[in-house]
Structures are given as C-alpha cells and as structure tokens.
C-alpha cells in the first residue's frame, strides 16, 4: 500500500495523532473537534500561560469553555505542550499561527516561518503539513515548502503538504469548526487527497481545490469580497449624507431585492484581524508583480475615512445645538470591533477615540464587553450606562452595537446622538 493510502486507511481508524501549532481562536476550536472524532492531538503554543491553562482544564478563548477543555482531557487524548521537538509526534500538523500586518501593510509572515523551522526540526517520513494561517498567495509553496524539503525528504512521496485556509468566525452561533466547509488544496494531488482525509472525521464538508494557491486564493477572494461591499455602502453612506437621503432606508429596500444583492451596512470603519488585514495580503503580493489591485486600495481607503466621516457628523450635530466639540462631554458606546464580542484588533473605535480627543472633546465610552483598556498613552474604563451618564454627556456617540445594551435608555435620555450603526432608530424616542 503506498504511504498516501496508509495514511488514508489510519485516518479512517483514526488511529492519527494530530499537531496543533497556535492555540487561539482557530487552533482550539479545531483541537476540540479532532479529539471528538476520535483522533489524539497535541496540541503546541509558545505561551506556557495558554498550555498551562489548558493542561488544568481551562480556556482562554470564549468559543471553547473551560468544561469542554476538561472534556478534551479527560479523553486522554488532548496536551497542550510548549515543547516544540515533540511535534514529531504527530503525524498531521496543522499551523493555525497569527499572520498581521506590519505597520507599512506588508505581510508578517514570521509566525508562518518560525512553526515551519520547529516542523522541519522533526520532519520525519509520512507527516502531513497543513497550513491554515491566511497568507498571500504562494506562501505555501515559496516558503515552506523548500524549507522542508530542504531536510531531503520529497513532498508528495515522504511528506505533504497542503493549505487550507482557516474559517473561524468568532462568536457565530450556527456556523462553527465542524459544520464549516473546509477547503483543502495540495501541492501534489496525494497532499490533497492526504489531506483531506485527516480532517474528514472531524469536519462535516471538505472542498478539495487544486493548488495550494487556489486555496490560498479563497480565503482572500472571501474577505476582499467583504472589505469591497463594506466600503461600497460606507461611500453610499457618504453620498446619501450629502443628499440628505437617509442611507439604511436606501439599502433596507434594495435588499428586499430576491436576488443578485446582497446586504451590507455601514458603519464607523472596518475592524477585525481578518477583513482590514486580508485584502492586503493579495495587494502586496500583486504589487510584487507591477499589478495595482485598485478595488483592494479603494476600498481600503473608504473605509479608514469613516472615523472622521462620523466625528465630522458629530461636530455638525454639536454646532446645531450651538456646541463645539472642544470641551464637549461624548459618551462613546460599544469598542470593539463588532457587536457581542470583546475584541479591540483594529476597531474603528480606536480611531474615533482618537480623533475625539484631538478635537478636545472629553471622552468617556460604556462597553459591556470591555471593560477597561489603553490606546495611544490613554487609559479608559467602561463607565457605568445609567440615565445619568447618557444625560450627563453632551453627545452619545454609538460604534458598536452590541446586542445586551438598553438602547431604549439611551434614545430616552441622550441630548444628542450620533449612530454608527442606525440601531437607536428601533427603539422608541
Ligand atoms: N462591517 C460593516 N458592515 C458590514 C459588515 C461588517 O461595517 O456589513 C464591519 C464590522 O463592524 C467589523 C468589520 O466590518 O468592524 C469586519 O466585520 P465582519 O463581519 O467581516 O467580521 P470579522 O472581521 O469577524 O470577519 C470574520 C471573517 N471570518 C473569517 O475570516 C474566517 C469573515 O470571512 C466572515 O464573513 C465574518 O467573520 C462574518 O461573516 O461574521
């Protein structure tokens, strides 16, 4: 039997141990569904507080709880270790490493390169190497692959090696790791069909593409997709404002339209560690290959103006009630990037705070999922969402709209309110 169909038979029996290299909100999630289809895994961090944590049944991220870690190692077939030697272990390797930009926008791949150096360490006959992290095209290819052959042993025939780009949508309540369909591309035909038959047990729906560039290609096309139409309704924001047209009830009636349209909403900025991220791995890539991804750029653009779009709004509703901003009392509601979570990567909120604060405004903000945080030599703490703290403020100044705020409080008590998100116009004045 050649080793691609022995690894496919021993996948089928589960009789496979699994290498998780990054145990964040990808890595986990997909550590929990391996161990219960069957497989053992070991799961590896750099962080001796995560694999510690985990090791005593904890979590540290919120789509895994700390009973379903206990779950996980009461099998007996789930360790976290900081020891990186030991992946040879494993007979399929998954990189679910982070992959941020620099501060010039160019891709940090570093993550990438150093799990691919502790990999190539313990390359051993027979492993299976799946990349996850979302990266420009080629990175498969170009980067890992010469660095693992360079041990001497063959991809496709001692190794493989494939892409697979991760899906995690943090937060989502229906769509999760298993029931996700996973695409897979190899370098080699077998490194597909390999491939995907590790993840098979675990994974509801596999979508076999056939380069690891094709793969790669996925996941960006996915987020550009997203990055574009978002800023397409941010500039029709922009345009309804200027023509005193009210922008949600424009896109409300074109998405009564059953067919090629599809709803996105504006809002004061893109955030997230994924959609303002992504598309710049695609337009660094191309700009290698004199290639100018305008769509990518344009929509990169519009979307960062949408801070000082709303700010700009504010100063015209303060000036209304004969205010200026400077010295104005603006209870900022909701951080984090989106609604219900708690994360701060790349939240719009950031820039308003900052904007605020350069227009001297005096700046508080009530998050229920933040409660505290620092930015820019600043320090802030949720304050408490009282009829007192909306009416004490000059302006309400909505960014995030998180579902467990009393917005009906807010409409009733706040002087003046700028909303990024068109979710105060539901509740009663
Ligand atoms: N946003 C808008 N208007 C929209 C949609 C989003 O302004 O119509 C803003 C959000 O407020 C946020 C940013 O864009 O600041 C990104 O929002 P997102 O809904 O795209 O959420 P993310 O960043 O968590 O994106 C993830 C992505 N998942 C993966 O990359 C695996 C994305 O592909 C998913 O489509 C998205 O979740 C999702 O659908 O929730």
Redesign the pocket.
């Known amino acids: 039997m050649s080793l691609a169909n022995d690894l496919i038979a021993r996948a089928e029996r589960r009789d496979i141990t699994f290498g998780i290299v990054g145990l964040g909100y990808v890595g986990l999630p997909l550590c929990a569904e391996l161990v219960r289809a069957g497989f053992r895994v070991l799961g590896y961090d750099i962080s001796e507080r995560v694999c510690e944590g985990l090791n005593a049944g904890i979590s540290h991220i919120k789509d895994i709880s700390s009973a379903e870690v206990a779950e996980l190692r009461a099998t007996g077939r789930f360790e976290a270790t900081t020891d990186g030697g030991r992946l040879g272990e494993a007979d399929t390797i998954s990189i679910c490493v982070p992959t941020p930009l620099s501060k010039y926008k160019d891709p940090d791949v570093s993550f990438i390169v150093a799990a691919t150096e502790s990999i190539k360490a313990t390359l051993r006959r027979g492993q299976v190497i799946v990349l996850e992290s ?1 990266t420009y095209p080629g990175t498969t290819r170009e980067i890992m692959l010469p660095a693992l052959e360079s041990t001497g042993l063959k991809v496709g025939e001692d190794f493989f090696l494939a892409f697979s ?8 309540p229906v769509y999760q790791t298993k029931n996700t369909p996973k695409v897979v591309g190899g370098i080699t035909p077998d490194c597909s069909r390999v491939a995907c038959a590790m993840y098979a047990p675990a994974i509801d729906t596999l979508v076999p593409v056939s380069t690891t560039e094709a793969a790669e290609l996925v ?1 960006l096309l ?2 550009t997709f ?2 574009v ?2 800023g397409l ?2 500039e029709m924001a922009i345009v309804c404002d200027k023509l005193g047209v009210d922008v949600w009830e424009v896109i409300e009636a074109a998405a009564t339209k059953p067919f090629g349209f599809m ?14 991220i ?1 598309p710049h791995y695609l337009a660094w890539k191309m700009r290698g290959l004199n290639y100018k991804t305008r769509f990518i750029d344009l929509a990169g653009e519009l ?1 960062s103006e949408m801070p000082l779009f709303w700010v700009r709004k504010l100063m015209e509703e303060l000036n209304g009630h004969r205010k200026s901003i400077n010295g104005a009392k603006v209870l900022v509601i909701g951080v984090a ?3 219900d ?1 708690d ?1 701060l990567r ?3 909120a950031l820039d308003i705070l900052g904007l605020l604060h350069q227009h001297g405004a005096d700046v508080s903000y009530h998050d229920p999922y933040v409660a505290k945080f620092s930015e820019a030599g600043y320090d802030y703490a949720s304050v408490p969402l009282t009829a007192e703290t909306v009416q004490a403020a000059d302006a309400v100044f909505v960014v ?1 709209d998180h579902t467990n705020i009393d917005w009906a409080l807010i409409r009733k008590h706040a002087a003046l309110a700028v909303d990024t998100r068109h979710v105060l116009a539901k509740f009663p004045a």
């Open positions: 979302t780009p991760e899906r995690v949508d943090p937060g989502n996941k996915e987020n997203r990055s139409n978002i309704v941010n709803k996105f909403t504006p809002g004061p900025g893109l955030g997230g560690h994924c959609i303002p992504d979307n990037y989106k609604k979570i994360d790349e939240s719009p995030t």
